[in-house]
C-alpha cells in the first residue's frame, strides 16, 4: 500500500502502526522505507529470489 502513498501519508500510517502493537508490512520496492517510523528493536525481513536477510 506505501507505494501508492506519497512520503507524508505513508509516514503518518506508520506513526499509527507504532500505536497499534505489531504489524506486518510489505513493501516491493525497498528504494527508499525512510518514512517507516521503527525503533532499533523493529526488524526489517528482506525476502528476494526465495532467500531471507534481514535489510
Do not use: C, P, W
Not at 24 to 41: G, W
Amino acid at each position: 500500500m506505501f507505494g501508492e502513498l506519497d512520503a507524508y501519508r505513508a509516514g503518518k500510517i506508520s506513526e499509527y502502526l507504532k500505536e497499534v502493537g505489531q504489524a506486518f508490512i510489505t513493501l516491493t520496492d525497498f528504494a527508499d522505507f525512510s518514512f517507516l517510523k521503527k525503533d532499533e528493536k523493529d526488524l526489517i525481513i528482506k525476502l528476494e529470489n526465495g532467500n531471507i536477510a534481514y535489510a
